[in-house]
């Protein structure tokens, strides 16, 4: 087993021990809950109203049991639960990057007719193929894919919060089943159901996936043309900007006010330049007044600053979080030869937990600063009320959410 492969299960030890766990209990004899037999034939209704024909929607659903691995994994996304830093350093190594350079040297050919099809770089798409499945290493290991439609039947019932989501997925899966571009033997994903090399979900295929090496099926499981024609197709219709980047990272003038660092105002990159930033490597701003980008500091005024452009947006469609989506943008970087990042991350700061964060925007609530919701996930929002609490109490305004900053907000008095 290669380094790479070391490096890959090391990331996925938290995953596999859930998964191990539910192949341990799925041999132990256990009786089906109430109401899981009643679900799915709930879902093969709903599939049949939707236009699966009735033997696949049937079939497919026949005789299934809830995997509790599945359920157990909907609270351990690390994009989601681990600090930036540790996300990125464990995406982005010398074994990742060499893997994917010699990927980009196997598919040279294949890449430059996807781009040339779609408009989509091809260090881009290689850095989506690197993160979701370790440039499809993951994809015949029984220990961390799963068979899909079991996985969304049983999040379709057990996860009643997004039951609507799940329903949609598993009816989407099911609809390829029934027009042939898959098996359910060939028809394997993660626990949530993302599918194949870039790790599409089943209602992303249908809309999205292409049959690029012409043999007359959209297969995304063995066949990389198809997948990473797949990914641009869906960054194109997404609004990928062919020629445009995802953005650099910066450096921030002393006395800057990070209130404008508020991820949604676009500035031209004259604009920005005016306000004293400038690129943190090599190069310069992009030329031409439609170049616009918003300011982004994911770790406040300590850590990395980055003018993100609208490609960067392109990127979160495909995964909403921001540490996913600044991963692959270094990673394309990184794949083309660019060097990392010249700023590092505050690595000493220790981040909320969601019960934390949650409480955070509770008290940010009482305080008067609006959140849009305690659901422990700090977005625009959020982050717009911690920079108003902040400029209120005398600190950087700059929308960073950790330990120290909740002790502040807990310590302040309430009804001002």
Not at 305 to 319: D, G, S, T, W
Not at 372 to 392: H, L, S, V
């Amino acid at each position: 087993m290669g380094s790479f492969m070391h490096l890959l299960l090391r990331r996925l030890a938290p995953a596999l021990a859930l998964l191990s766990a539910g192949a341990a209990h799925a041999q132990e004899p256990a009786p089906t809950p109430p109401g899981f037999e009643a679900c799915l034939g709930t879902l093969a209704a709903l599939a049949r109203e939707r236009g699966v024909p009735a033997p696949v929607a049937e079939g497919a659903l026949a005789g299934l049991t809830p995997d509790p691995a599945v359920l157990s994994a909907t609270k351990t996304q690390a994009e989601f639960v681990k600090p930036i830093w540790d996300y990125l350093d464990a995406n982005i190594t010398p074994e990742t990057i060499a893997a994917g350079q010699a990927k980009l040297a196997e598919w040279a050919e294949v890449l430059g007719r996807i781009e040339a099809a779609y408009g989509v770089d091809r260090h881009v798409l290689v850095a989506f193929w690197g993160v979701e499945s370790g440039y499809g290493t993951v994809l015949d290991n029984p220990a961390i894919v799963r068979p899909v439609i079991p996985s969304l039947a049983t999040l379709a019932c057990g996860d009643p919060g997004r039951a609507t989501l799940w329903r949609d997925e598993l009816t989407g899966a099911l609809t390829i089943l029934a027009q042939g571009d898959a098996d359910r033997e060939r028809m394997t994903g993660s626990w949530a159901g993302a599918m194949g090399h870039t790790q599409f979900m089943p209602t992303a295929f249908l809309k999205h996936a292409v049959d690029f090496d012409g043999d007359g099926r959209r297969d995304i499981w063995r066949s990389v043309p198809d997948a990473l024609a797949s990914t641009a197709n869906f960054l194109k219709n997404s609004g990928w900007r062919r020629g445009e980047s995802w953005g650099l990272e910066v450096t921030v003038p002393a006395g800057f006010d990070y209130r404008l660092a508020d991820e949604t105002t676009e500035r031209t990159f004259a604009e920005w330049q005016a306000l004293g930033l400038a690129p943190a490597g090599p190069g310069s701003f992009p030329d031409g007044a439609d170049r616009r980008a918003t300011l982004v500091v994911p770790t406040g005024a300590r850590g990395p600053a980055f003018l993100l452009e609208p490609n960067f947006k392109v990127i979160l469609r495909y995964n909403t979080a921001l540490s996913y989506a600044l991963t692959v943008a270094h990673l394309s970087d990184r794949l083309a030869g660019r060097p990392p990042f010249t700023r590092d991350w505050p690595r000493g700061d220790r981040m909320l937990t969601t019960e934390e964060r949650t409480d955070l925007q509770t008290r940010l609530e009482a305080l008067g600063h609006p959140v849009g919701g305690a659901d422990g996930k700090i977005g625009p929002k959020t982050r717009a009320a911690i920079r108003a609490f902040q400029a209120g109490s005398g600190r950087v305004p700059d929308g960073y959410a950790e330990a120290g900053l909740l002790e502040a907000v807990r310590a302040a008095p309430q009804g001002r």
